[in-house]
């Protein structure tokens, strides 16, 4: 049986999948190689670009007119900066890569007297010169991960690749494709040498394009569970086809992801004459975020770095429009964290609730509040009571806590997310809506009760005008929230963060009507 695959590139025999090639423009692919162009083919981790080239490679070999040979170099990120070291990780991994690839012992017999003789410096370059000059059919070399080596180890592959350049295709590589999550263009090397920063555009100033590889589109998706469908009879439902395009956007990993977990992990979903329903998406979803799974927790990591940060943090905060620097914005859209079209929002809702969550994750763990609190004789959630006890805590607590936060300008609402996820969490989830010149954070509490589903509308805005103007502003907003999910009642939390404000002035509960007659609490902090 065929599965949905999470881990390394696709096999046609054991994964669903989408044909490799079908993602990329391989009419442009063909036609650079053709031209013997040097490029660059980036995309975030796990979005299939391994499995892109090895096809690349298998369907060249195949059709006979060149000799193409895929090497990751990832091995020698070890080395560092130890420009031999790698190097000889390099043209080792490439030699073997050539003898089980091509039946071509050629650079296994010669590799490592070049390096003797040359030196790390050249014997890349003197290699691939005397490998392409031992057979008259062109060489594609594949060159993945890259941007996992460093410093003057990287500085040493990409010139030497210029250095050979014009050598091409007698006495060089035809073509070669640079792989990793970014585009070469965008590295700023730190060469410890030279004692510099070097942009990769000058290291590598050969590049002809540089293309992405994106996610799966709607259809794709569709047509990747259709193949579990076709050949185990287990049906999706409608909504949980729709759940899964909603909530990954197309991202490869978290697509098969949710598909394997829904089907080969839940136990109701083994029995293959129950269909997988949304319910059971949802429930494969919390279940990769709560055992962060690798891509999960690798992405959760770079919320550390401060050009993420720079970016991240106000759309947490749903503060106002602003221009980011252009560097930060390329680097987070490379991670694949934002979507690469405007305006800049996160890219998907299960990364818009893994970045909360993660940023609050110890704040959760020493928060003493049990969900039993909170939950009435008729198995309701008593938000009443929830955002008292809220208020209440922030009133004592909040200076202390959300300087704890990396994320101080987003203190306030992350807070008070992660005490609604500690007391949620148990029995509900929580759906999150953020991004930049919203002038609002959007959570919808989504609970079970009995046969039933409420639908509860947390609404959360800085106060940025007068109050009255905040609260006016703020009635419209959530109003339209409610009506749009169908909610059945609807809170608007205002943080006033001015300085100078006594708590008395700022803490409050009222009951408010929207224009349009909605009637909303208000609860100030």
Known sequence: MRFFNTTGPVVAAD??????????????????????????LHAPRQTGKTSALLALRDLLNAEDTYRCVYVNVEAGQAAREDVEQVTRTFLGELAVRASLTL????????????LAEFGPHAALRVALTRWAQADSKPLVLLIDEIDALIGDALLSVLRQLRAGYDLRPEGFPQSVILCGVRDVRDYRIQSTAENALIAGGSAFNIRAESLRLGDFSQDEVFALISQHTAETGQAFTAEALETIWTQTQGQPWLVNALAYEACFKNKTGQDRSQPITDKAIYDAREQLILRREIHLDQLADKLKEDRVRRVVEPLLSGGEERRFIDRDIEYVRDLGLVAQERPVRIANPIYAEVVPRELTWVVQEEFEQETAWYVTADGSLD??????????????????????FQYQEAGPQLLLQAFLQRVVNSGGRIEREYGLGRMRTDLLIVWPQGDQTRKIVIECKLLHKSLDQTIAEGLEQTA????????????????????????????????RASEGGVEIDVWGM
């Open 383 to 404: 938000v009443v009571a929830l955002l008292t006890e809220f208020q209440t805590f922030f009133r004592e607590h909040s200076e202390h806590w959300v300087t704890r």
């Open 103 to 114: 039946n071509d012992e050629f650079l296994l017999n010669i590799w490592s007297g070049i």
């Open 480 to 511: 339209e929230y409610m009506d749009r999910c169908d909610a059945e009642a609807g809170h608007l939390v205002i943080f006033d963060r001015r300085a100078g404000r006594r708590w008395e002035d700022k803490v409050f509960h009222r009951r």
């Open 15 to 40: 994964h669903y999948r989408i044909p490799p090639l079908e993602r990329l423009n391989f009419v442009e692919v063909r036609r650079l190689i053709r031209d013997k162009r040097y490029f660059v």
